[in-house]
């Protein structure tokens, strides 16, 4: 009876010394984890802010007619008094107060920033459809080329189906070609015909991405664009594409645009591209 | 015998007291900093810590600012030993969807378990508009992912390669 009770005495020892035990194992894994809480571990998640400041996309050229007038700040510049017909205008790009445009000038492409000098001629500003220049104090006005009948320089090429539209999907010249409105917008809402006719491939290069075609289907408006196979896309409105999310970032802008530059790296020469959506 | 009994509670109790009283949320902040690294935000709704596990559910996903999906749920089932991560309602951002095939714009779950029995790897099973998925992410940071069933491949299988199984996508990241 004694050792029975010795015995009982002992196990509800051993018991209560376990339990003892368990709860210094607990406070001491609590206080390691308050601890390395406080030491180590963020209190607070990351918020996402909404970068608001989008950035505009380089917008190249304005060839089309505008449809729809937009009001530019008016700026009190000296009116021209003659015109120059040895530089031709190629493209524009304004914004507030700064203009870059590009001309040809005795067979040559010149990219001038507002200042700059061509053949003494100082670019002075630039409007959607003029470049303004100064020389010997005098302002020269260059007007972008009208494109009304496209026509008489630019080859047709026939339609086919990705639309059911029988309107001319592409038309123009290597450098330079029109893409039908409705088929650009088709393609931007429409990505599986995208990848039914190109496959595009990236290749990682140090820490930069570069999308290759690395499949174009013969005869597709991909192909009528003048893409070919193996062209390294390296830049869009002058946006260089070198992560996915610039490339998404071009891709969800694409839908507002009216001109397309793309730059791609065909037998490591660069060569330039230049849509307008009409 | 009783001294095994001891070890034996012991033991338990430290593994319960490690899972429960492990700071989940704030494990799961760590997480959201180390992502930030690489350009890529979480946005949650709410946060719901159990035992072992953790609920996060309606979080927006940002890769370098863009939003490029919403996912329903998060749930973290954690063990130490097996521990798996359920998310359902993959669901790529309309920014983005139109940029990626249709059939992979969402994914209806996706399930990640790791296990002490594979330790350098943890599996991964997708089951989404293009079908079901299996494969694991590894330690080399390489994705495999075989698709046992494809139901639309013409749109996305410029991706994936073949090989005796199957079709199958590879990466490393």
Known sequence: MITDGIMKQNSKNSNIKLLLIVLIVFVIVKALWVFVEFKWLPSIGIDHIQNRDIKALYYRVKLAHNEHKVQTPKQTIQKPVSSIKDIQLLAIYTTQGYAVVTVQYKGKTKVLSTGEEINGFKLLSASMQYALFAKNGKTYKVELPKIKDTSKYISSISPENPTKTNKELVTGSDNYKVINKDVFEHFANNIDDIYKNIAIKDIKQGNKILFKVSFIKRGSIFAKLGIKRGDIIKSVNGEEIDSYTKAFSIYRGIKNMQNLTIVVIRNNKEVELEYEIN | MQMVKNILVIIIS????????????????????????????????????????????????YVEGIKVAHIDHIDFL??????????????????????????????????????????????????????????????NRSLRLNFIELKSKNSFKYMLKKDDNGWYYETKF
Do not use: C, R
């Open chain 2, 14 to 61: 430290l593994w319960f007291s490690i899972v429960a009283f492990m700071p989940k949320e704030e494990l799961y902040y760590t997480l959201e900093h180390k992502l930030v690294k690489y350009g890529i935000e979480l946005n949650e709704k709410s946060i719901k810590s159990g035992i072992f596990s953790m609920d996060v559910s309606d979080i927006d996903v």
């Open chain 2, 78 to 139: 954690i063990t130490l030993l097996f521990n798996t991560i359920d998310l359902s309602n993959i669901q790529l951002d309309s920014s983005v969807s139109s940029f990626v095939p249709s059939s992979i714009k969402k994914i209806q779950e996706g399930h990640i378990v790791y296990s002490v029995t594979s330790p350098f790897k943890a599996k991964i099973t997708l089951n989404g508009d293009f079908g079901k998925a299996q494969g694991y992410i590894d330690t």
